[in-house]
């Protein structure tokens, strides 16, 4: 039977029976199957009760926190409303905008890549604005036990990055959109607001150096602004030659 069911309980490292239970080679079995260990304890209905529901708990936070990976990556790399995103996460809009605004700090996770979503359902629902996407729920299940854990950005660091984007964008206006996110660590979203003035804290917003701010590297930036300036010379060389015929 444990043969049998060895992929699903994968992931068990630990199984409680009762101290009445003394069966060895149900034991040996299971730890020679799964790796996993039998441990002898006077269990109560009320204690069965509370793991599941710990369990359950658990399982549930940890569902949520991926849902809010896959709509980070789905705020900065499509062009879904937030209704829609939140709709198809399951977040609140609030949380979605949270995340957005980088009130919220999570790591972005490729729904695309891990075929949890195709590009043909983003794309319909780009075209349709009440069509909510569709999320592929048995690969969902398979990816969420792999997450890593969001974070609250602190109050300083959230205001510093809106003041590096400015910095950068005022600076180096040859730098796109995505090279600023990859140096300040911020969504493509959160540098178009900057640059286009629809950020809702912009009458604060300072430019301020993100290599002083600890953002990037001096190193990292001079590499950024050096390959965007001879893409730009190659662009402006086929317009030459282009306008030469």
Known sequence: MVKNAKESLSEVKNILVDAGYTGENFATQIKVTIGATVEQRNIKMGDVFSMSMESSKDNKDRNEQFLMQVAAWLVDNTSLTFDQIAQCCKLSLEKVQDIAD????????????????????????KKNPNRVPNLIIKNMKKRAKTISFLAFASTARRRDKPNAIYYLVKKFP????????????????????????????????????????????????????EKAKVEEEKKQRLKNINNSY
């Open 102 to 125: 980088e009130e919220i700090e999570v790591e972005k996770y490729d729904p695309i890549i891990s075929e949890i979503i195709t590009e043909k359902e983003i794309d319909n629902c």
């Open 174 to 225: 040859i730098l796109n959109n995505n090279v600023i996110a990859k140096l300040v660590g911020t969504t493509n979203y959160t540098v178009e607001q900057v640059r286009d003035r629809s950020h809702h804290n912009i009458l604060n917003i300072k430019p301020q150096d993100p290599v002083l701010l600890g953002l990037c590297s001096q190193e990292n930036l001079e590499a950024e602004v």
